[in-house]
């Protein structure tokens, strides 16, 4: 059973999904699954290729953004508020836990919406986001 956490009407976190979870995906109305988890933490049977093959089959949009532990680092960030501008939503991000998947959405709302209703959209999809305020800060300050 899929454990999906919604933090938007439009953007949705989950923990490891499998190919047999697409068909479920669609139904429920998504249009695009973004796959944060790198193909070494995960065996074959779910990883980017056969998550991308599921995906297509659906119809749906597909973007593969791996996300080492520790290693959000600037292109990263630049790369999933890019994939954000050019996918259709409702959206699917995913990792091992989700957390991930929510770090990357809280930096691409930051200088968006209030730090405080980034960490209460996290924090009500089972997220504590509070210590990611200073990257937040810092993330929001830096844009044009």
């Known amino acids: ?15 490891q999904i499998t190919p047999d979870d697409v068909p ?28 991308r093959a ?5 119809g749906l949009s597909y ?3 791996p996300y ?19 996918m259709p939503g409702p959206v699917l991000a995913y ?3 989700g957390t991930r998947s929510s770090h990357l959405w809280a930096m691409w709302q930051a200088g968006r919406m209030p730090l405080e209703g980034i960490v209460a959209a996290a924090a ?3 997220y504590d986001h509070r210590s990611l305020v200073p990257l937040l800060e810092a993330h929001a300050a830096s844009r044009p």
């Open 1 to 15: 059973m899929m454990d999906l956490r919604q933090i938007t009407p439009d953007f949705a976190v989950a923990p």
């Open 24 to 51: 479920a995906l669609v139904e429920l109305g998504f249009k695009t699954i973004l796959n944060n988890r790198p193909d070494e933490e995960i065996d074959d049977s779910a990883d980017n290729a056969a998550m």
């Open 54 to 58: 599921a995906v297509s089959r659906a």
């Open 63 to 65: 973007r593969h953004l």
């Open 68 to 86: 080492y532990p520790g290693r959000m680092t600037p292109e990263l960030v630049a790369e999933f508020e890019s994939a954000m501008a050019e």
């Open 95 to 97: 990792c091992r836990s």
């Open 124 to 126: 009500s999809a089972g």
